[in-house]
């Protein structure tokens, strides 16, 4: 079984491990089991909104135990990415959650957002993209003097064009990159899946061999394959339109890491 394959899981959230306000079925009894078995677990999602901590508290809530150094997002990982480039200051485009991860890895959002102090704006080191529910023009406006005349960083927590809610598609973090992209003429650096950099932040550390376990082959079977681990595509929330290279295995839950004949 899939279980006994493999060293070390890297677990996307939405789809995979919860769906809205409830665990997928199956995922709660599996992660059990992996930790009873002393397999370590790591939570890996594009999510650029939500602080860790509050995405741990939501997975606790549902029964799922989820500690803060298990949680890798692209929101902590573009934080991590600027302040290893040395930036001081940030122009975020994004949620509070998107802003409070880079204050808390020592870079300051120019709004005062997270508890900072404001800095000049047009002194950023950086424009950091999330998904912003708020993107007005003149956010955009104010990104793209940053990125083409005073040099900012040009950083996206991910490029997902569009995601589903309640009330059908919503354009993704990735729409507002394309519209930066087409107003600076620049390209960005992108830390999320299907890019390298988000595996290889939640991988430190593990030994053996790591599957990724995820419900989008154009993130999770893409990024793995960009990781050089194999993948494990879980089936029961992903979408139809969905594209992207095979999976190593496919299973219709979490359950299905223990099925004995995959």
Known sequence: MLADRYDAFLFDLDGVI???DR???????????????GTPIRFVTNNSRSTRE?????LRDLGIEARVEEMYTAASATAAHLADAGADSVYVLGDDGFAAEMSRHGVTPTDGRAGGDSVIED????????????????????????IRERGAAFVA???DNAYPTDEGIAPGTGALVAALRTATGREPT?????????????MSGLDGEVAMVGDS???DVEGARRAGI???YVTAHARAEDEGPAPDATVDTPAGLFDPEC
Do not use: M, W
């Open 230 to 232: 194999e993948s494990i």
């Open 123 to 146: 002194a950023a080191d950086a424009v950091a993209v999330g998904l912003d529910r708020t993107a007005t023009y003149d956010k955009l406006a104010t990104a793209t003097r940053l």
């Open 18 to 20: 919860v769906v809205g």
């Open 190 to 202: 992108v830390v999320g899946k299907p890019h390298p950099e988000l595996f290889e932040r939640a």
């Open 157 to 159: 927590a991910n490029d």
């Open 217 to 219: 082959l154009a993130s």
């Open 23 to 37: 665990p997928v079925d199956g995922a709660v009894d599996a992660l059990a089991r992996l930790r009873d078995r």
């Open 54 to 58: 509050a995405l741990c508290a939501h």
